[in-house]
């Protein structure tokens, strides 16, 4: 299991986990360094796919590489079976979670140069797993999540076929920069991508909102070769709504995804769901696409599934300058990660 720590080793992990027979997975930020390998579980924690979690959970031995194990790539402590032996290669001085059995400090590719090495003259499994994993191999499981509703019964777009049906669209070189919510429970499990550093999270490591339209420009700046694509919502978006026009002024090419619930949807989930008044979390629905064609930026409000042809339309004709979908979907459909946060920590209190 590697993190965005281990992303300068990719090559040499991808190697010993062939050598090993091992399945792999990542935390979420460093989601796309396994990108394409077989048996690759996608994302641990609270983002995987529910068979990807389930394999993760059986795992006798987990090799943690770069990674922090925080709460949500740990599923609240979950994510490994409880006779697990972890073991950490970090640049930290001690182990960074509780669970964790052996601490070697130490670079991610010298180490995993090392284990590599000292595999000479060990055979290699015919098989991950002794077959036990034959479902891995079959197809990624990170793409085995529900598909969602074209419509849900609110009338409003159901945002599991809303991205799923965009990631067929998307280019395969592609950036995703996410704002912090609700959303995230989307973008960060239907978007694939193509490699280590393909996604850039600053306001899910914040645990903050209103930071995706702030960061969406130097990521098109840095990468203007690539398609830098910018998932917020609307609460998010409103606070960082002035960056709109820095992205619009200095991107070669970037599409906004403006997931629109007409609501504060992290907040709606989960302090609605304990009671709290659910009005002051309510948005008045805003227009994001008068928005964004007054900063000079093209633009489409996408309320059935078939309005995602202008995406499409524009990503045909060259993908040149910004491109804003205002995307309005329903606040009914609740992301598996938001309801473990309620039922793990909420509930609890």
Known sequence: MAGRGAKGAAAELRRLADRLGALTATSAPARGLFAGRPYDLGVCGGFASEPSADLIRQADVVLVVGAGLNQFTTSF??????????????LADRATHPRVDRHIRGDARVAAAELLAALDGHPTPAQPWGGAAARAGEGPLQHARPAGDDVTADGRLDPRSVMRRLDALLPADRLVVSDGGHFIGWANTYLELPAADSITLVGTAFQAIGLGFPSAPGVAVARPDA?????????????????????????????????????????????????????????DEVDFATVARGLGASAATVSRLEDL????EWLAAGAQGTFLADLRVSPTV????????????????
């Open 334 to 349: 609740v992301a598996p990660y938001i309801r473990e946060i309620v039922e793990r920590t909420l509930v609890r209190r």
């Open 77 to 90: 402590g979950s994510a490994f079976g409880p006779d697990v032996h972890l073991v950490q290669v970090d």
């Open 227 to 283: 398609l830098t694509v910018v998932v917020t919502g609307d609460g998010g978006g409103l606070m960082g709504i002035a960056d709109l026009d820095t992205l619009v002024r200095s991107a070669r090419s970037a599409l906004v995804l403006v997931v629109n619930d007409a609501a504060y949807g992290a907040e709606l989930h989960q302090y609605g769901s304990q009671g709290l008044d659910r009005e002051v979390m309510v948005i």
């Open 309 to 312: 042809r202008a995406v499409g």
